[in-house]
């Protein structure tokens, strides 16, 4: 049992936080998250091959609830979804709300409702995947459980790593929430058309990302409009066009059978791998 985070039987995230649980020593709750994360890294991997060989590109976005995960995607459909061929997989500790508002817009979707676990395992992915025909599918989006926390530490297979911050969150979330913004390979400053009004320090936010996550490309947007931020400084892109560009790139590297799996891992396996 996960005391901080309240994920009923998930005991994982050893590579986050070690919670005292009454019934077990240290070192063999240790053991224990071990053997947890190293079978969700092994499934994940096979999902990952899996999502190689047939070209699909899949990226898990993780945030806080509430960042503007599901937006993002609902204008991505909008926008992308006559150029691609897109499923979505979306994870809620309750509801399918998210699902119902991305369903009708042309992909194929299925919510995973977690009860009381605060993050996605590659085995609900596995489970939602068995639900869904992936054939012919190009992108695959995995909308986490909003949680800066445990999420970070669960590899579901993705090829990249998506990490949302809003306007309305404060700059310095990377600070605070440092494990999951290091394994970010894209972070989107997201609702870029109110920052202004809730007083946002763009460039602070960009330091902090940089501070802690060097390797994550910068995105700044608004899932509400198109908007262009004249560019303070040229550590981001901005826009949704970024957005767009950023997916088609990826997604050519992904479906070119030149492109080696190594070549497409995630920052977070590299990451994880070194702490093994
Ligand atoms: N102004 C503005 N509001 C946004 C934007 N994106 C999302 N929102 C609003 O923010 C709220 C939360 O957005 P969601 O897309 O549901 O956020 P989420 O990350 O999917 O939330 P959880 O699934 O609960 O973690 C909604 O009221 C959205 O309309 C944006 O770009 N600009
Ligand atoms: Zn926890
Ligand atoms: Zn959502
Ligand atoms: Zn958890």
Redesign the pocket.
Known sequence: MCENCGCANSTGNVHLHTHNAPHLSQPRQVEVQEAILAKNDHLADHLRQKFHQQGILTLNLL??????????IERTLTDLGLDFSIAVVVG?LETDN?AQRLRGKGASVVQITTGSVCHLEANMVETALAQMNLDGVQLLFI?N??NLVCPAAYDLGESARVV?L?ATEGEDKPLKYPTLFKTADVVVL?????AEAVGFDRELAMENVKKIAPQAEILE????SNLRLGNASIQSRTGLESWYDYLQQRYQMISSKKTSLEAIKPTSEMIFSTLK
């Open positions: 945030s806080s609830p509430g960042s503007g995960k599901t937006s993002l809620d998210d909308e459980v909003g949302l809003s997201s609702k870029m058309d109110i947007l608004s899932a509400r």
